[in-house]
Each structure stands twice: as C-alpha cells, then as structure tokens.
C-alpha cells in the first residue's frame, strides 16, 4: 500500500465522526426525509369560542313544595352560563333563606344577597297567552323569576330541560336537595345551548302558564 493511500484511511474514520456529530439533535430520516420535532403553539386565544354542547346557557332553580299537593313554589334564575356563574353563590344563599307564608299562595319570606334587588310581580306575553310571576329578582341585568303553580315538579323540569337544550335523560341528575328555612326542597341546575330567557313560567295544571 503506498503512503497516500495510507494516509487517506488514517483520515477517513475522523471525518465520518464529524459528520455525525453536525446531525441536529431530535431528527430522525425515513425514507430518505429528514423530520425534525416542532412543539406546538400553545393556543393563547383570549376569547375561545363556547362549545354549546358543553353549555351554554343555564337554568339555575330552586322548587319549593307548599299548599296542596302538587302545588310549588318555583325560583328560576336563568341566562348565559358565564354570567350565572358569577351570582350562583348569591342564588345558593337566598335559596336557603325562603321561608314559606302560613298562608301558602303568598310570596314567600326571603334575604336577598348583596346587588340583587325585588322589582315586584311582572305579566309577559308569551305566544298570546299571559305568563304571570308573582315576584321578579334583579342582578346584573339577570332575572330570577318567582312563581306559585300547580302541576307537579317532574312535569316542569322536563320542561325546563328542554327549554334550555339540556340531554334526555340527564334530568334527574340535575337536582340535589336541600334544606330551606324550614321546608325541603329541589335545587335545579341545567344547562345547555338554547337560551331560556322569554320561554315564559311553570305549567298550571299540565299547561303553559
């Protein structure tokens, strides 16, 4: 072998090491592709869009038995799920705090949290027919609408539920109960795409109020 020859495979193993060595760390080859590993943008989107499904919209309540049977008292907090959020802690405390009157079609005792406030009973029009409540809560341009109806509770929570959107069959997971100013009663929380507001009270006696 003459000297030049020797000389070039003394070199050539130094030269492949180098080579390797100027190989970026984390990329791969397939198939003759060079692929390097990009890590993704975090998504910092201020506003990300509401996913109806998950909720939109929510029906915050609470149904009080009182009188004959059948007979409630219903309390029906409802708007944009966001902005119930906010006065779900308020709703929960003044919930607690309904005393039934001895004389059971008379609006129920209550302490009302702070920024809510009475605007007294409130007739609308629904689809021509006259949608009475007998007192309408007020907070940050939310209602909570109060009213005494017949009809039983099972009937209008599904009515409620589908008011809202809510799933078939997640209703009775929707309601806890808890106990009042001396008197049991429902807690309702649904929730769902439709926006409730304007779909007038309870059922009278199996119909629209």
Not at 62 to 87: L, N
Request: proline fraction near 8%; aromatic fraction near 8%.
């Amino acid at each position: 072998m003459t000297l030049a020859r020797r000389r070039l495979w003394s070199v050539l193993p130094l030269a492949l090491v180098a080579a390797f060595a100027l190989v970026p760390a984390g990329c791969g080859t397939e198939d003759g592709v060079t692929k390097t590993d990009v890590p993704k943008e975090p998504d910092e989107s201020p506003n990300p869009k509401r996913d109806p499904a998950g909720g939109a919209y929510r029906i915050l309540g609470a149904m009080y038995p009182a009188g004959e049977e059948g007979w409630y008292w219903y309390f029906k907090f409802v708007g944009p799920a966001d902005m119930i959020a906010t006065s779900e802690a308020g709703f929960d405390e003044m919930a607690k705090s309904v005393k039934l009157q001895a004389e059971p079609g008379k609006v129920p005792t209550m302490e009302l949290p702070k920024g809510w406030a009475r605007s007294g009973p409130k007739v609308v029009n629904n689809g021509g027919i006259q949608v009475r409540f007998d007192e309408v809560l007020t907070v940050d341009g939310l209602e909570c609408t109060v009213s005494y109806v017949g009809g039983g509770a099972k009937g209008n929570l599904a009515r409620w539920a589908k008011q809202v959107g809510a799933p078939e069959g997640g209703v009775g997971k929707a309601t806890t109960e808890f106990a009042a100013n001396g008197v049991k009663a429902l807690r309702v929380d649904l929730r769902g795409p439709k926006d409730p507001r304007g779909k007038g009270g309870p059922m009278m006696g199996g119909k629209s109020q």
